[in-house]
């Protein structure tokens, strides 16, 4: 667990992010945040996929009690769960967007969008692993920067952190070409989590979806949004430019501020029935939330799959 | 509206600053990225004519915060729902001469006009600066409290007062204060006899009752003269009355009531008196009351004592001789080693009067004489040219020889000039002497073959020849008076009144003794003037000819008279509404602004 000062909470997936983000490097802090998230939960999401036996495994906190081998543990005075087969067979792809709107962040004393992004891949990656689940990933741009097929073996995660230290920030997003890759990397209908800020158009990246829906993908979409995004916290007159397009817009923030609140609350609300009307997940996690919100968004979509 | 500080009316200007800024199209410099810029540009474009009906308020808001500011900074006034006014100087003037006294339906008139004044001073605000100022001249200013309870005192006067001084006076006061607006409000009976001629009172509005109706009708003591001023002890009293009518009287002497009669009309009647006492005596006449009762009652003093004891020489001529017979058998003097009477070369002493010599080949020795006598007078030049006399007693009496009097260098000792012939001194009076400048015959001049030359001897012979008795002053209540020597006070009602520095009669009619430490040394006898007893009005069109001023109102009801008192200046200061509309401004355009801001940043800001 990481260190304390002290005042509550104490568990990884609840602490501030950018907080827990200085404190160690991308790997140390996703294990701390799925140790944390895994010690919270009261129920294990492994009941009833399957019944085919497959090995025992130490018990964990949040495994369900009706999984453990009491006969072992009467035997050997160890806490043993049964592990079934079909566990392992759920397929998940990550898709990330590296664009260069995503590096970016309202507040210095906040994660850029991409690094809280980045934060939350390797923490359900590793959170998948653990499962036993087969776990790949996209990285894309202004063109695909990563594509790992899904495996399901821990040196899995290690590839998976090691390419969300490769380059990314390009001026444009590819989220469809994004999506399609994901979508290939898993054949059997499996999870496509997908991270972007979704400063897209709106009629293609429903397209590249309504193909991974079509591919019977469970799709969950995470909006990552900076809070300074959700409402202008500037003060002062300013051109605001767009860092992958030419757009420049000429504001006075006070004048501008509630109008702006309502246009994104409105846009939010539109994802939110588009991706809706084909039956994907769609939250939007701020970066200043704690990485447990979105652990919690990605693990729900786990627990629907049949 | 008028402004108090046009110049700062200059700050107007400054509204063109938000309206430059709103419509400059300034240069930004800032540059922010901000990937969700499309964000920005939705709600620009769907907000465009909330955010433009915005920024138009912002402005109006912040145009008028200024606008008003810069008024206010100008001091304007203006009328505003009919009420408040600018502030004012104002000075009431009430008059309380002895006529204001006067019951008119059941009450004093003074008593209605102090009931305007005080209803007057009350309409007063915080602005206003206020005084009182009566007859008497007398101001109070001050706590508009103050000036209410001094309005409240207010007695009527024993006389005429200087109602147009004090007028003269307040218009002063109102000016000197220096506020926008003087006011001088005039609340008097309107008697005739008060407004002599125009008063000019320059930039100041007047607003002044004048009551209507027939002045109450008035009857008056006019005169209560003893005739001589010393008695021995017998004596006269001449009285009269004004009215039309048969009036009864009463003469009252040491407090006694020693003789009545009937006046007709206006004439005089000459009561004979020889009262017991001795010394200085006050004494009045007194009529029946009437509607005015400060005229009713008219005070007299007279000296009650031997007759002083005259000795004839032969120089003093025929007539004089003559005449000196009669005074003494009227017992009006008696002879003896007293005062001489005689030609200017054979008086050996004073007291005496001197009378020129007929014959001018004895000038040298009378001039030589006169000097011996530390007499400062010399007889100049005769001179043979008839001419007429001029002074009490002896007004138009022909001099035909007469050698005109002169000051001797030198001579510093007081002297009074009792007549005058061809405008040089004829008749010349000092301490313990009269010097006449012709010889008392036929030829000389016409006064010793006159009616009014007894008279005049006796009285030359009890007021200026003897000490007694010879201290009798006259004087109207209030008026500036000349004291003899040495006098230390007043002796009346009972009280010793100190005498100033600048001795003035007291304001209310009497007879006062004039006291040297414990001895009454003479008397001083306070009448109002006879003028003041004619209650005669001024129409309202005269009272407001008589006044010169910037703006006269003549309010016929005293009701009017408080309206009219602020009435033309029926506008207050703008200031402090201006200044509240221009807070109302930024706290709106505050909110407008605020309402903008999150909370949360607000708390950061």
Same mark, same amino acid.
Not at chain 1, 270 to 294: C, H, K, M, N
Not at chain 2, 484 to 510: H, K, W, Y
Not at chain 2, 561 to 572: K, L, V
């Given at each position: 667990?990481? /260190?304390?000062?002290?005042?509550?909470?104490?568990?990884?997936?609840?602490?501030? /992010?950018?907080?827990?983000?200085?404190?160690?490097?991308?790997?140390?802090?996703?294990?701390?945040?799925?140790?944390?998230?895994?010690?919270?939960?009261?129920?294990?999401?492994? *009941?009833?996929?399957?019944?085919?036996?497959?090995?025992?495994? /130490?018990?964990?906190?949040?495994?369900?009690?009706?999984?453990?081998?009491?006969?072992?543990?009467?035997?050997?005075? *160890?806490?043993?769960?049964?592990?079934?087969?079909?566990?392992?067979?759920?397929?998940?792809?990550?898709?990330?967007?590296?664009?260069?709107?995503?590096?970016?962040?309202?507040?210095?004393?906040?994660?850029? *969008?991409?690094?809280?992004?980045?934060?939350?891949?390797?923490?359900?990656?590793?959170?998948?692993?653990?499962?036993?689940?087969?776990?790949?990933?996209?990285?894309?741009?202004?063109?695909?920067?990563?594509?790992?097929?899904?495996?399901?073996?821990?040196?899995?995660?290690?590839?998976?952190?090691?390419?969300?230290?490769? /380059?990314?920030?390009?001026?444009?997003?590819?989220?469809?070409?994004?999506?399609?890759?994901?979508?290939?990397?898993?054949?059997?209908?499996?999870?496509?989590?997908?991270?972007?800020?979704?400063?897209?158009?709106?009629?293609?990246?429903? $397209?590249?979806?309504?193909?991974?829906?079509?591919?019977?993908?469970?799709?969950?979409?995470?909006?990552?949004?900076?809070?300074?995004?959700?409402?202008?916290?500037?003060?002062?007159?300013?051109?605001?430019?767009?860092?992958?397009?030419?757009?420049?817009?000429?504001?006075?923030?006070?004048?501008?501020?509630?109008?702006?609140?309502?246009?994104?609350?409105?846009?939010?609300?539109?994802?939110? $029935?588009?991706?809706?009307?084909?039956?994907?997940?769609?939250?939007?996690?701020?970066?200043?939330?704690?990485?447990?919100?979105?652990?919690?968004?990605?693990?729900?979509?786990?627990?629907?799959?049949? | 509206?008028?402004?108090?500080?046009?110049?700062?009316?200059?700050?107007?200007?400054?509204?063109?600053?938000?309206?430059?800024?709103?419509?400059?199209?300034?240069?930004?410099?800032?540059?922010?990225?901000?990937?969700?810029?499309?964000?920005?540009?939705?709600?620009?474009?769907?907000?465009?004519?909330?955010?433009?009906?915005?920024?138009?308020?912002?402005?109006?808001?912040?145009?008028?915060?200024?606008?008003?500011?810069?008024?206010?900074?100008?001091?304007?006034?203006?009328?505003?729902?009919?009420?408040?006014?600018?502030?004012?100087?104002?000075?009431?003037?009430?008059?309380?001469?002895?006529?204001?006294?006067?019951?008119?339906?059941?009450?004093?008139?003074?008593?209605?006009?102090?009931?305007?004044?005080?209803?007057?001073?009350?309409?007063?605000?915080?602005?206003?600066?206020?005084?009182?100022?009566?007859?008497?001249?007398?101001?109070?200013?001050?706590?508009?409290?103050?000036?209410?309870?001094?309005?409240?005192?207010?007695?009527?006067?024993?006389?005429?007062?200087?109602?147009?001084?004090?007028?003269?006076?307040?218009?002063?006061?109102?000016?000197?204060?220096?506020?926008?607006?003087?006011?001088?409000?005039?609340?008097?009976?309107?008697?005739?006899?008060?407004?002599?001629?125009?008063?000019?009172?320059?930039?100041?509005?007047?607003?002044?009752?004048?009551?209507?109706?027939?002045?109450?009708?008035?009857?008056?003591?006019?005169?209560?003269?003893?005739?001589?001023?010393?008695?021995?002890?017998?004596?006269?009293?001449?009285?009269?009355?004004?009215?039309?009518?048969?009036?009864?009287?009463?003469?009252?002497?040491?407090?006694?009531?020693?003789?009545?009669?009937?006046?007709?009309?206006?004439?005089?009647?000459?009561?004979?008196?020889?009262?017991?006492?001795?010394?200085?005596?006050?004494?009045?006449?007194?009529?029946?009351?009437?509607?005015?009762?400060?005229?009713?009652?008219?005070?007299?003093?007279?000296?009650?004592?031997?007759?002083?004891?005259?000795?004839?020489?032969?120089?003093?001529?025929?007539?004089?001789?003559? =005449?000196?017979?009669?005074?003494?058998?009227?017992?009006?003097?008696?002879?003896?080693?007293?005062?001489?009477?005689?030609?200017?070369?054979?008086?050996?002493?004073?007291?005496?009067?001197?009378?020129?010599?007929?014959?001018?080949?004895?000038?040298?020795?009378?001039?030589?004489?006169?000097?011996?006598?530390?007499?400062?007078?010399?007889?100049?030049?005769?001179?043979?040219?008839?001419?007429?006399?001029?002074?009490?007693?002896?007004?138009?009496?022909?001099?035909?020889?007469?050698?005109?009097?002169?000051?001797?260098?030198?001579?510093?000792?007081?002297?009074?000039?009792?007549?005058? =012939?061809?405008?040089?001194?004829?008749?010349?009076?000092?301490?313990?002497?009269?010097?006449?400048?012709?010889?008392?015959?036929?030829?000389?001049?016409?006064?010793?073959?006159?009616?009014?030359?007894?008279?005049?001897?006796?009285?030359?012979?009890?007021?200026?020849?003897?000490?007694?008795?010879?201290?009798?002053?006259?004087?109207?209540?209030?008026?500036?008076?000349?004291?003899?020597?040495?006098?230390?006070?007043?002796?009346?009602?009972?009280?010793?009144?100190?005498?100033?520095?600048?001795?003035?009669?007291?304001?209310?009619?009497?007879?006062?003794?004039?006291?040297?430490?414990?001895?009454?040394?003479?008397?001083?006898?306070?009448?109002?003037?006879?003028?003041?007893?004619?209650?005669?009005?001024?129409?309202?069109?005269?009272?407001?000819?008589?006044?010169?001023?910037?703006?006269?109102?003549?309010?016929?009801?005293?009701?009017?008279?408080?309206?009219?008192?602020?009435?033309?200046?029926?506008?207050?200061?703008?200031?402090?509404?201006?200044?509240?509309?221009?807070? =109302?401004?930024?706290?709106?355009?505050?909110?407008?602004?605020?309402?903008?801001?999150?909370?949360?940043?607000?708390?950061?800001?």
């Amino acid at each position: 667990m990481p /260190p304390t000062t002290g005042a509550p909470p104490t568990r990884a997936d609840l602490i501030d /992010p950018a907080s827990l983000a200085s404190l160690g490097r991308i790997e140390i802090i996703a294990r701390w945040v799925v140790d944390g998230f895994l010690s919270g939960l009261h129920r294990s999401p492994r *009941k009833g996929f399957s019944v085919e036996f497959a090995e025992f495994r /130490p018990y964990q906190t949040g495994d369900d009690l009706r999984f453990i081998d009491w006969r072992v543990v009467a035997r050997s005075d *160890k806490w043993m769960v049964k592990q079934f087969e079909e566990e392992t067979n759920t397929r998940a792809a990550l898709v990330l967007d590296v664009s260069k709107s995503m590096d970016w962040s309202g507040s210095p004393e906040r994660l850029t *969008k991409l690094r809280y992004a980045e934060q939350v891949v390797a923490a359900i990656a590793l959170l998948l692993i653990r499962q036993r689940d087969a776990v790949g990933l996209v990285r894309y741009d202004d063109r695909l920067r990563t594509v790992l097929p899904a495996r399901a073996r821990t040196m899995q995660w290690r590839r998976i952190v090691r390419s969300l230290e490769e /380059p990314g920030a390009g001026s444009d997003s590819r989220m469809a070409e994004g999506v399609q890759q994901a979508a290939k990397l898993i054949r059997r209908p499996g999870i496509v989590i997908l991270l972007s800020d979704l400063l897209v158009d709106q009629d293609q990246m429903e $397209q590249s979806l309504r193909v991974a829906r079509a591919a019977g993908h469970q799709v969950t979409v995470l909006h990552i949004m900076d809070p300074s995004e959700l409402e202008l916290d500037s003060r002062g007159e300013a051109i605001f430019y767009d860092p992958e397009s030419t757009l420049e817009v000429t504001a006075t923030v006070s004048d501008v501020r509630r109008a702006y609140s309502a246009t994104v609350m409105h846009a939010i609300e539109e994802w939110r $029935q588009r991706l809706a009307a084909l039956g994907a997940g769609y939250e939007v996690i701020r970066t200043d939330s704690p990485f447990g919100v979105p652990l919690r968004r990605a693990f729900a979509t786990r627990q629907r799959l049949p | 509206m008028n402004f108090l500080a046009p110049i700062w009316l200059g700050l107007i200007a400054a509204v063109a600053v938000p309206l430059f800024l709103h419509l400059l199209r300034r240069r930004i410099d800032i540059r922010r990225e901000f990937p969700a810029a499309r964000y920005l540009l939705r709600a620009e474009k769907e907000n465009v004519r909330r955010l433009k009906l915005r920024n138009m308020l912002l402005m109006l808001l912040r145009t008028l915060a200024l606008l008003f500011l810069a008024l206010a900074a100008a001091r304007p006034i203006a009328a505003l729902l009919g009420s408040g006014h600018v502030p004012t100087a104002l000075v009431v003037v009430v008059d309380n001469t002895m006529s204001t006294g006067a019951i008119v339906d059941g009450s004093p008139l003074l008593s209605r006009l102090k009931t305007v004044a005080q209803s007057v001073v009350s309409g007063a605000e915080s602005n206003d600066q206020t005084w009182l100022v009566t007859a008497d001249r007398a101001v109070t200013g001050g706590a508009r409290n103050a000036v209410l309870d001094a309005i409240d005192r207010v007695e009527p006067l024993g006389g005429r007062g200087d109602l147009t001084g004090a007028i003269t006076h307040a218009a002063g006061v109102a000016l000197a204060a220096g506020l926008s607006t003087s006011t001088v409000v005039v609340l008097t009976d309107g008697q005739a006899s008060q407004w002599p001629g125009d008063i000019s009172l320059g930039g100041v509005r007047v607003v002044a009752y004048a009551p209507t109706g027939v002045a109450p009708y008035n009857r008056a003591v006019t005169m209560a003269e003893p005739r001589p001023a010393r008695w021995s002890p017998k004596g006269t009293l001449l009285v009269g009355a004004s009215g039309a009518d048969s009036v009864t009287y009463r003469v009252t002497l040491g407090g006694r009531t020693t003789a009545r009669g009937l006046l007709r009309g206006s004439d005089e009647q000459v009561v004979r008196l020889e009262p017991s006492e001795r010394g200085w005596v006050a004494g009045a006449v007194d009529l029946a009351p009437d509607e005015l009762r400060g005229d009713d009652e008219r005070y007299f003093a007279v000296w009650v004592g031997d007759a002083p004891a005259v000795n004839v020489l032969p120089g003093a001529g025929l007539f004089v001789r003559e =005449a000196v017979d009669a005074l003494v058998q009227s017992t009006l003097v008696t002879r003896g080693p007293g005062i001489e009477i005689a030609a200017v070369d054979e008086v050996t002493r004073l007291p005496a009067l001197l009378i020129a010599p007929a014959d001018p080949v004895r000038m040298g020795a009378a001039n030589r004489n006169l000097e011996r006598l530390g007499i400062p007078w010399r007889l100049g030049e005769v001179r043979r040219d008839e001419t007429i006399a001029r002074g009490e007693d002896v007004e138009g009496t022909p001099v035909r020889v007469r050698y005109p009097l002169r000051m001797s260098t030198g001579g510093a000792a007081p002297s009074d000039t009792l007549a005058t =012939a061809s405008g040089e001194p004829w008749i010349v009076a000092g301490s313990g002497y009269v010097l006449v400048g012709s010889a008392m015959s036929a030829e000389a001049s016409s006064l010793p073959v006159r009616a009014p030359f007894l008279p005049w001897l006796s009285s030359m012979l009890s007021e200026h020849l003897t000490s007694e008795g010879s201290s009798l002053l006259r004087a109207e209540p209030g008026a500036p008076i000349r004291l003899p020597a040495g006098i230390t006070g007043f002796e009346g009602d009972s009280q010793v009144l100190a005498v100033g520095s600048q001795p003035t009669a007291p304001t209310r009619a009497g007879v006062y003794f004039l006291r040297r430490g414990d001895d009454r040394v003479g008397a001083l006898v306070v009448n109002p003037e006879r003028e003041e007893s004619r209650l005669d009005r001024l129409s309202a069109t005269e009272l407001k000819g008589r006044l010169r001023a910037d703006d006269v109102i003549i309010a016929t009801d005293p009701a009017d008279i408080p309206r009219h008192a602020f009435d033309a200046s029926a506008q207050r200061p703008l200031q402090a509404l201006l200044l509240l509309l221009a807070l =109302a401004c930024l706290v709106g355009e505050m909110m407008i602004v605020r309402q903008a801001e999150p909370q949360g940043l607000r708390r950061a800001a």
